[in-house]
């Protein structure tokens, strides 16, 4: 069973917090990370053990301001995983909330919806 993750967030990479009793990932800023495999894969392997392991919900709080191309490609990454988790009868939700200035970014987030079954909220921040 994998611990925990919080990482804060620097200039390059957003935080990232897992809590696995509550079922819950919340990531919150920038992402361009010099070494994307180093940063992401343990939070892949995360949400994978998560969905090996526990039978309760995932959801996962996005406040992602934006993503670079091997960002998007590790998001995708762990969507997939999600999607499969989905299909097979888990309860998996994602909440991605933007600032309604950004419009890529909620852009983005509708590309990623559109590859997903499961629910995708996407949500301007009032």
Not at 4 to 20: C, G, L
Not at 29 to 35: A, F, L, R, V
Request: charged share 30%; aromatic share 10%; with cysteine.
């Amino acid at each position: 069973m994998l611990s925990d993750i919080h990482t804060p967030q620097t200039p390059s990479t957003p935080a990232v917090h897992t809590d696995r009793a509550a079922g819950t990932v919340a990531m919150a800023g920038e992402s361009y990370p010099e070494n994307p495999f180093d940063f992401f894969q343990p939070l892949i392997d995360w949400v994978g053990d998560y969905l090996d392991t526990e039978t309760r919900p995932l959801i996962l709080d996005l406040e992602l301001i934006y993503l670079n191309t091997s960002s998007i490609r590790a998001m995708m990454d762990i969507f997939d995983r999600m999607e499969e988790a989905h299909l097979a009868g888990r309860e998996v939700r994602v909440r991605w909330t933007y600032e309604p200035e950004n419009e890529r970014v909620g852009e983005l987030a509708e590309e990623f919806k559109e590859d997903c079954t499961f629910p995708f909220i996407i949500e301007p921040r009032p």
